[in-house]
């Protein structure tokens, strides 16, 4: 008799609590399918996607993302040669001497003599190194209002170490449905 006075209390707060449970499961679930009852907004944004590839495809030029080739220099590799605007470059960093330190200057050549430098990255082969993508991207604060900033030929320089650099070119094609981010800002 008493071994029943104390599986009944227990049977009731665990009956409670599944019962608790099961409301905030449905509630969670609830606010997770009302994220979706917006059709108009999805069909919107499918509708774009396909506008955006049927331009794609009727262009004089569609675009076609190159296959990837891996340039490399010492411990360093990029994923293409050429690239179009809104594509991000991808670095990728293999086994760093820990000793080695320096900064990959991002440079478009303008002529023999001079160069625009768009950023600096810094590497520490002592500290632990993550591949990483790279994007164009105007910015009137930093003085980049157009495309033209990025078309042409670029060198991926690494500054403080001995590695050749290794060079790329952007072309003044712009990646399908990304034309709105590269309208002149300046």
């Not at 665990?14 to 608790?20: D, M, N």
């Not at 690239?83 to 050549?109: A, C, H, P, R, W």
Request: hydrophobic share 35%; with cysteine.
């Amino acid at each position: 008799m008493s071994s029943l006075k104390i599986v009944i209390p227990i049977l009731v707060v665990i009956t409670i609590v599944v019962i608790i449970f099961n409301l905030t499961q449905n509630e969670i679930l609830e606010e997770q399918v009302s994220e979706f009852k917006n059709p108009d907004e999805i069909e919107g944004l499918l509708d774009k996607i396909r506008n955006d590839k049927s331009d794609n495809e009727s262009s004089d030029n569609p675009y076609v993302p190159k296959e990837r080739e891996w340039i490399q220099s010492g411990p360093f590799k990029i994923d293409r040669s050429e690239y179009v605007i809104g594509e991000k470059i991808f670095i990728n960093i293999e086994e760093l001497d820990k000793t080695t330190k320096g900064q990959m200057v991002f440079s478009k050549q303008i002529n023999n003599t001079h160069s625009y430098t768009y950023k600096k990255i810094s590497f520490d082969g002592s500290k632990s190194q993550q591949n990483f993508y790279l994007g164009f991207t105007l910015n009137p604060v930093r003085g980049v209002c157009t495309i033209d900033t990025f078309v042409g030929n670029w060198e991926l320089i690494f500054a403080g170490t001995d590695f050749e650099s290794l060079k790329f070119k952007v072309t003044n094609q712009i990646v399908p449905g990304m034309e709105k981010h590269y309208e002149p800002v300046c």
